[in-house]
């Protein structure tokens, strides 16, 4: 701190930094001497063209050991300045430091010698005065220190619990997704069991339908067996009663050749039972006939009717096979893999869960300086 002796010397524009710098040194400047402040005002009659607001207070230093009377100096100086902090020493004007505007204006006072002397007297008066001064600027600058440390630890920590909490965030947001991938997860098993339900029910319909199908082709079989049978005897009996009637037919014939020449002139009775014989003989041969041709066609119908049901049985037991395969193979792939996709997802929620529960139980100690400790746990 320079203090100019003399009158008004100059008005020097500086700096914010260096009037806050200014400030500080004379606070220390006045702990040293036992100078302090007694009063505080305020000044409402200024305007912007004076270069200050119209409302700053201004403050009137005096030492304790003087009398607390207004300065002699420039009143209306004083009155322009504003905001402040001044000196005064017996009254009388010294230095006038305005930090927050960064002007500072020197006074000085009219009698150098008896400054000089003040100061002296102080000094050597008050020797501890300078070793308490320098103990306190020590000890007030380690408590900054601490506490500057103290803040930067705190914001480090806030810092820390921001991303904490954001990752907290994050996991329950994930664990809202699993949640609802999981119970997709679930819908999805549960169409999927109906859906084989489903299929299981329709492979005991088709079973049940080639079961009747088979047990119709087989009631159909033995009623074309029977009537083949039928038919057979029906058959074999037309051919008895064709070969007796060919052999009576024949021992006509023959009975007749040998006495044709006897009985040329007999009457016409036995030409007409010849007539009447050989049209049976025809008539029988034409039944015998039509059914030889039925009976190959009933054959031939039978054989058909074999073929057909050994091709419908081939293809029910192949589709019916390659159905259930092929529904039973799809249907566990498919529960396999929602078995493992429902595992993983388990165990990625049972970590996430233990993941939040170690955050919950996180907590740090910071110690401060001053001997306090501060606990900072992750809030709910």
């Not at 260096?18 to 402040?37: A, F």
């Not at 270069?51 to 300065?71: D, S």
């Not at 052999?247 to 050749?257: C, G, P, Q, R």
């Not at 907590?363 to 001053?370: E, F, V």
Request: charged content about 30%; proline content about 1%; overall charge negative.
């Amino acid at each position: 701190m320079i203090i100019v002796i003399g009158d008004v010397v100059n008005v020097t524009r500086v700096s914010r930094e260096l009037g806050l710098k200014l400030k500080e040194e004379l606070i220390s400047y006045l702990m040293r001497n036992h100078l302090r402040m007694v009063s505080k005002g305020s000044h409402r009659g200024l305007t912007e063209s004076d270069g200050m607001p119209p409302t700053h207070p201004t403050y009137r230093l005096t030492n304790k050991m003087f009398e607390k009377r207004r300065f002699k100096g420039d009143r209306s100086l004083g009155s322009r300045l504003g905001l402040g902090i001044a000196i005064l020493r017996s009254g009388e004007l010294i230095s006038w430091i305005v930090p927050n505007k960064a002007l500072m204006i020197e006074y000085g006072a009219t009698e150098d010698a008896q400054m000089e002397e003040y100061l002296i007297e102080i000094v050597v008066g008050n020797p501890d005065i300078e070793e308490a001064a320098a103990n306190r600027s020590v000890e007030e600058q380690k408590q900054k220190t601490a506490i500057a440390a103290l803040e930067t630890d705190i914001s480090s920590v806030r810092a820390e619990t921001k991303r904490l909490n954001d990752e907290a965030e994050e996991m329950l947001k994930a664990k809202a997704n699993i949640g609802s991938e999981i119970t997709e997860k679930q819908r999805k098993f549960s169409l999927l069991e109906a859906e084989y339900c489903t299929v299981c029910q329709t492979v005991e319909l088709l079973k049940q339908a080639v079961a009747n199908l088979l047990l119709r082709l087989k009631e159909k079989r033995l009623h074309y067996g029977n009537i083949s049978e039928e038919l057979n005897l029906k058959v074999q009996k037309q051919q008895g009663m064709g070969s007796a009637e060919e052999e009576i037919f024949l021992d006509k014939e023959n009975k007749n050749a040998a006495h044709w020449m006897q009985m040329s002139s007999e009457n016409m009775g036995d030409e007409n039972t010849e007539r009447c014989g050989d049209l049976d003989l025809k008539s029988a041969k034409m039944k015998l006939d039509e059914l030889e041709i039925k009976k190959l066609q009933i054959i031939e119908d039978r054989v058909e009717a074999q073929q057909l049901l050994e091709q419908m049985n081939s293809k029910i037991q192949s589709t019916a096979s390659a159905l259930v395969e092929m529904a039973v193979k799809a249907l566990e792939n498919e529960y396999n893999s929602v078995k493992a996709d429902k595992a993983g997802e388990l165990e990625y929620l049972q970590s996430l869960e233990a993941r939040i529960d170690q955050l919950k139980n996180l907590s740090y100690i910071i110690n401060c300086r001053c001997g306090n400790e501060y606990k900072v746990e992750l809030a709910n």
